[in-house]
């Protein structure tokens, strides 16, 4: 397990500011579309189209915001990112009809993209001589903050009634405004040297978006344990159904214990981008044991199914361990917030596409669709030491093109 609290002082207050939020972002997970269709009484089918809306705003927004966090006080555009978030959140109340519904989740999106980049550069600053660790501690933190969250909505949903479900969503803005008071104790994150540099370099960075493309593609895995394992286990397994929970449950339970440690070997784009191949074939041979739970022994099931969670669950460690690294070590450090944003159009995208290719694939075409999103993973894990490699080693000489300046730390530890 990793240490439960990080040095005092700034690294502190951020992991305490990301437990808070993370917290109403259980919240919102576990129960936020069912308050719209069960709360609200909007069309499920307009609660799925407002929400793609709000996925493909929220992709414009994080590059602006990042730009923005590099060029003024990252904690102050970090800040405002929260605040908008909360308001954003108790709009939902008044949320009665399809477009006061799109302007809410647009706004509560954007803000959410937008708060991820303009974190960037607040890591970058408090996160120590390695922010890719920090950021490792966080994700483990954000697993904790997001189980308690679902612990709580678990009471809405189980209740049903309009006021349980509008309760649910006061105490999602409340944790999102609690998260920005806690912030604010930190001390003003002013642009560096270079003020930002060039405005969008991070999107004529031919090499970054490269990256940032494969990423994408291998976010897709983050999909699996919650749309395609719940549906194939209920659908096409003998499994008993408490399975859905369990396989999260250990799934979250690992990320939390074992997030910093996978790290801990990952100091270079290199070792970053050998950790994504590792994750490929977890993520194909995970897939391929859940493929072969069908049509077996309730016994069987269950086994071949936890077995899938925790190989599959030691390759999102892998995954994300590699994406910090590759992520802050190169990017240039006074444009952290935009390259942060970049980066996360990959995910993003995986965010929008991902449901309905796992869908297709593994419940419309059944076990040949595992094997297909199985070797989609593996490939595209072994297409990233050959990318970093077009990147060019830390510190040589780069490219035509814009120039990446990779952090000291990273380039001693190269």
Not at 10 to 24: C, D, E, F, K
Not at 68 to 77: M, P, S
Not at 280 to 296: E, I
């Amino acid at each position: 397990m990793p240490r439960l609290l990080p040095e005092a002082g700034p690294q502190r207050v951020v992991a305490a500011s990301n437990l808070v939020q993370t917290m109403g972002s259980g919240l919102y997970l576990t129960a936020g579309v069912l308050y719209f269709t069960e709360a609200a009484h909007l069309p499920a089918g307009q609660v799925g189209l407002g929400l793609g809306i709000a996925g493909l705003l929220a992709l414009a927004v994080g590059v602006a915001a990042g730009r923005l966090a590099d060029t003024r006080d990252a904690r102050g555009v970090y800040t405002a990112t929260l605040a908008v978030r909360a308001l954003a959140t108790l709009a939902f109340l008044a949320a009665d009809s399809f477009w006061p519904f799109v302007l809410a989740v647009c706004a509560a999106a954007g803000a959410q993209a937008a708060g991820l980049a303009a974190r960037g550069p607040v890591i970058r600053r408090y996160g120590g001589e390695r922010p890719q660790e920090f950021r490792a501690y966080l994700r483990a933190v954000t697993n904790v903050g997001v189980s308690f969250g679902a612990l709580l909505a678990g009471w809405a949903v189980q209740t049903g009634t309009p006021a349980a479900y509008r309760l649910l969503v006061l105490g999602t803005a409340a944790a999102f405004a609690a998260s920005a008071a806690v912030i604010l104790l930190l001390p003003p994150v002013t642009p560096g040297p270079g003020g930002g540099g060039p405005r969008w370099i991070a999107l004529r960075d031919r090499r970054y978006l490269l990256l940032t493309a494969i990423d994408g593609v291998m976010a897709i895995q983050f999909k699996v344990l919650t749309v395609a394992v719940p549906l194939w286990l209920v659908a096409a397994t003998a499994a008993p159904r408490w399975l859905v929970a369990g396989s999260m449950l250990v799934n979250t339970a690992l990320v939390v214990g074992c997030q910093v440690r996978a790290g801990r070997g990952i100091t270079s784009p290199v070792a970053g981008a050998r950790a994504y191949r590792r994750a490929g074939v977890a993520f194909q041979l995970s897939c391929a044991l859940f493929s072969l739970s069908a049509g077996t022994p309730a016994w069987a099931a269950a086994a071949l199914v936890l077995t899938a969670v925790v190989i599959h669950t030691v390759g999102e460690l892998w995954h994300a361990a590699g994406g910090f690294e590759i992520s802050f070590a190169l990017a240039p450090e006074h444009a952290t917030g935009q390259y942060q944003g970049v980066f996360g159009l990959g995910a993003g995208l995986a965010e929008a596409v991902g449901p309905g290719l796992l869908i297709a694939l593994c419940l419309t075409w059944g076990r040949p669709g595992w094997y297909v999103v199985g070797a989609l993973l593996a490939l595209t894990g072994l297409a990233a030491p050959l990318a970093v490699r077009l990147t060019g080693r830390p510190g040589a000489a780069a490219p035509p093109g814009p120039a990446v300046v990779v952090p000291t730390a990273a380039r001693v530890r190269a």
